[in-house]
């Protein structure tokens, strides 16, 4: 997955590159700190996905987002920043970004986030509190093992890879996952995780604590 960085700060640019760099999965074809660089580096490098600063100096990132969709709709834009404001979020979303992640977000779930966006599936805000984690999955009505399935199958795991995982039979994952549709009223797999990362049940995986 080719990917391009924009970020006004240095270090959050070292750290998402070796956070992709360390999974193996992508190619970072671009960094910039600079907005009115992200256009132009946008068309020279013909990324598949753009991980773009909401607060970029020279030009917006919002106004980079909105650019972005309308010259190049086949690239998809993950926001980042710091600010959790509803507002924010909401118009990120409306100007067609895919996932708006928080600066907070364990930089070992964002390779499986990015992948996520790159097969289709729009998330609200990643990288939620363990409070709002907790709160979402009451809400839901699901357990601690559903919440883990969830975890993995975000990751891209098989019924098998997540039952190796886990310690426990296939039959066991098809049953959880039965539950977690039906509790999250969700159509299918892709649907889940697109519901369980609007909830914020999705954080990291459980055990990294």
């Not at 977000?105 to 499986?112: A, G, H, N």
């Not at 996952?177 to 995986?205: C, E, F, M, S």
Request: some cysteine; aromatic content about 4%.
């Amino acid at each position: 997955m080719k990917v391009l960085l924009a970020d006004d700060h240095r270090l959050m640019l070292d750290g998402i590159r070796r956070a992709l760099e360390d999974d193996g999965g992508f190619e970072i074809v671009g960094e910039t700190q600079n907005g009115a660089q992200v256009l132009p580096l946008v068309g020279q490098t013909s990324p598949d996905l753009v991980v773009l600063d909401v607060r970029m100096p020279n030009m917006d990132g919002l106004q980079c987002l909105e650019e972005i969709r309308r010259r190049h709709p086949k690239v998809k834009v993950v926001m980042l920043s710091a600010s959790t404001t509803p507002d924010l979020i909401e118009e990120a979303l409306r100007r067609g970004a895919s996932a708006y992640v928080l600066k907070t977000v364990d930089p070992t779930d964002l390779p499986s986030t990015l992948r996520q966006v790159i097969g289709g599936t729009v998330f609200s805000t990643v990288g939620a509190t363990e409070a709002s984690t907790s709160s979402g999955a009451k809400a839901a009505g699901l357990t601690d093992r559903e919440i883990a399935i969830l975890t993995e199958l975000a990751s891209g795991k098989s019924n098998d890879e997540i039952a190796k995982e886990l310690w426990v039979t296939q039959q066991t994952v098809k049953f959880h996952l039965t539950n977690v549709y039906r509790k999250l009223g969700a159509k299918n797999r892709a649907d889940a995780v697109r519901q369980a990362y609007q909830l914020g049940l999705i954080q990291r995986p459980l055990g990294d604590d």
